[in-house]
């Protein structure tokens, strides 16, 4: 079936089976890989993207259901060659070790500060606590989203 969907602010049309899953859509056929796949059973959750704005378990839905919906993936998190705060935070606080779930934490962390953009350490446990760290305790993570929180206005350049 044809499907068109507005990923990363950019239109993409593709021919897919009924079945696929977006999170194979946006590796497989977009090679976006920054969302990652683990479990297929939306229990691990390091595959969360943004549906019409809302953080889903792209394991969960069908390409065919982001028909016409606007889909954004961690990728679209840098703009103009600097590290969005949520981005520069998890690099500041140490908020990842393997990165498996890295990904998840950050769009599910943004998500959460477009909401709420001064969150207690509760609001921001809650709001992670579907997705799965296998590495960190997410002491880290809770402080790398409180620091995107507090550098809310900041931009950072991107070094290589």
Partial sequence: MQVTLNVNGQEVSRDVEPRLLLIHFLRDHLRLTGSHWGCDTSNCGVCVVWMDGE????????????DGRSIRTVEDLEQGGALAPIQQGFMNMHGLQ??????????????????????????IREAICGTI?????Y?????????????????????V
């Fill in 55 to 66: 953080p889903v378990k792209s394991c969960t839905v069908l390409t065919a259901m982001a």
């Fill in 98 to 123: 393997c990165g498996f779930c890295t990904p998840a934490m950050m769009m599910t962390g943004q998500a959460l500060l477009d909401r709420n953009p001064d969150p207690s350490t509760d609001e």
């Fill in 133 to 137: 760290c296998r590495c960190t305790g």
């Fill in 139 to 159: 002491e880290n993570i809770v402080r790398a989203i409180r620091w995107a929180a507090e550098n809310a206005t900041e931009n950072t350049e991107v070094s």
